[in-house]
């Protein structure tokens, strides 16, 4: 059976950006291996998601299965977003860090995709996610450092992709982090090349 790929650049710089360019070298590793998958790629800044509004709000607590959001207005692209992702094998998502955490047009899309009732369900014991694990590779690129002995910033935006994922099922998560990119060439070159050694141990 061929692997279904969706990835999901998130960048407005989209092909241009730092983790965009690495998510190219992320999928060729996978299709090297995986030569006949099929690769779906949506590009947040020229397709950005509509942002979550009243009336999304209302629809989600009363039209919860796939049928109905189908012929309701409101939920009509977030049920599309919610199949392509359901419909997906493995995801690779590129992200920058913007402010410590997700970019504008991350959170329109996650707030689209993380549909009570449909994706994830409220429990006694806390939130329980209803899609499928899928393998899923962050790639997040960032001007500073988030991470080790030269951080000098907070990072918000790993552990919140780590529970939000989680919230709706998907818990097989790898990192995959281009740091201090604002810091000149010789900086770009070393988070190049700890990415690849990353990228090369999974």
Request: contains cysteine; hydrophobic residues 40%; negative net charge.
């Amino acid at each position: 059976m061929n692997k279904a790929i969706l990835r999901i650049d998130c960048s407005p710089k989209a092909g241009s950006a730092h983790s965009s360019r690495f998510a190219d070298e992320v999928l060729a590793t996978i299709t090297r291996t995986h030569a006949d998958a099929s690769v779906t790629t949506r590009v947040l800044a020229s397709t950005p998601s509509p942002i979550v509004d009243d009336a999304f709000a209302a629809a989600m607590m009363t039209h919860q299965d796939k049928e109905a959001a189908r012929d309701h207005a409101a939920l009509r692209e977030s049920e599309s977003l919610i199949d392509e992702l359901e419909r997906s094998d493995l995801l690779i998502l590129s992200t920058p860090m913007h402010n410590f955490t997700v970019p504008a047009a991350l959170k329109a899309w996650i707030d689209q995709v993380v549909r009570f009732g449909r994706t994830f369900k409220s429990t006694p014991e806390g939130k329980i996610g209803l899609l499928m694990d899928r393998p899923t590779y962050n790639v997040i690129a960032s001007g500073g450092y988030f991470s080790g002995d030269r951080a000098r910033q907070p990072d918000h935006l790993t552990p919140y992709l780590k529970d939000i994922l989680g919230t709706i099922g998907i818990k097989s998560i790898r990192f995959i982090t281009l740091e201090g990119l604002a810091r000149g060439e010789d900086a770009v070159d070393e988070a190049y090349r700890n990415a690849r050694d990353v990228l090369e141990t999974l």
